[in-house]
């Protein structure tokens, strides 16, 4: 429920009356469960990772191929956006929320986007790319650009400029 819920509306909008009314538990129940609001917001940050992790292992698993595997996340990018309630990135949306770099919500941002990276360096670099680490900087940062470009403005141009320049990527350009 809170995934939706902070995805959709966002985290400090989404208020702890309106968790604890949406899930039909008491405070008392809400705070034995979580604790605070913080809580449950880490456990959406970090839900929302294993959620990434998840897809792109299986795709790791069902494809193999570093170039079929980054051909696949690309795909991936353009359906999200194209999704009816597509928000923008939910690690980007709750950053944006917690502007202090050390608030632990960005700590948790921070990690996943360093294993998103990694995941990303080592596709490229089983690809045989010139310069793996520099190419996965730049397929996040193209990917950073399309999904925030999509949710503020023109998903179709958006998309299309992520596809064209992370194609290139792949092929070493």
Same mark, same amino acid.
């Given at each position: 429920?809170?995934?939706? &819920?902070?995805?959709?509306?966002?985290?400090?909008?989404?208020?702890?009356?309106?968790?604890?009314?949406?899930?039909?538990?008491?405070?008392?129940?809400?705070?034995? +469960?979580?604790?605070?609001?913080?809580?449950?917001?880490?456990?959406?940050?970090?839900?929302?990772? +294993?959620?990434?992790?998840?897809?792109?292992?299986? $795709? &790791?698993?069902?494809?193999?191929?570093?170039?079929?595997?980054?051909?696949?996340?690309?795909?991936?990018?353009? @359906?999200?956006?194209?999704?009816?309630?597509?928000?923008?990135?939910?690690? &980007?949306?709750?950053?944006?929320?917690?502007?202090?770099?050390?608030?632990?919500?960005? &700590?948790?941002?921070? +990690?996943?986007?360093?294993?998103?990276?990694?995941?990303?360096?080592?596709?490229?670099?089983?690809?045989?790319?010139?310069?793996?680490?520099?190419?996965?900087?730049?397929?996040? $940062?193209?990917?950073?650009? @399309?999904?925030?470009?999509?949710?503020?403005?023109?998903?179709? @141009?958006?998309?299309?400029?992520?596809?064209?320049?992370?194609?290139?990527?792949? @092929?070493?350009?």
């Amino acid at each position: 429920m809170a995934d939706e &819920l902070f995805y959709a509306d966002g985290i400090t909008a989404t208020g702890i009356d309106r968790l604890i009314a949406e899930a039909q538990v008491t405070k008392a129940t809400f705070y034995k +469960q979580y604790g605070s609001k913080d809580a449950l917001i880490l456990e959406y940050i970090e839900g929302r990772d +294993q959620q990434v992790r998840t897809a792109l292992g299986g $795709l &790791l698993d069902a494809l193999r191929a570093p170039a079929a595997v980054l051909s696949a996340v690309i795909d991936a990018v353009v @359906a999200d956006t194209a999704r009816p309630d597509f928000r923008g990135d939910p690690f &980007l949306n709750a950053a944006a929320e917690f502007p202090a770099p050390v608030h632990p919500v960005r &700590l948790a941002v921070a +990690q996943h986007r360093d294993w998103f990276t990694g995941f990303l360096e080592d596709r490229f670099r089983e690809l045989g790319h010139p310069r793996p680490g520099a190419a996965a900087d730049e397929f996040s $940062l193209l990917r950073d650009g @399309a999904v925030c470009g999509s949710y503020a403005g023109d998903a179709i @141009a958006a998309t299309s400029a992520f596809d064209r320049a992370a194609r290139r990527l792949l @092929a070493g350009d």
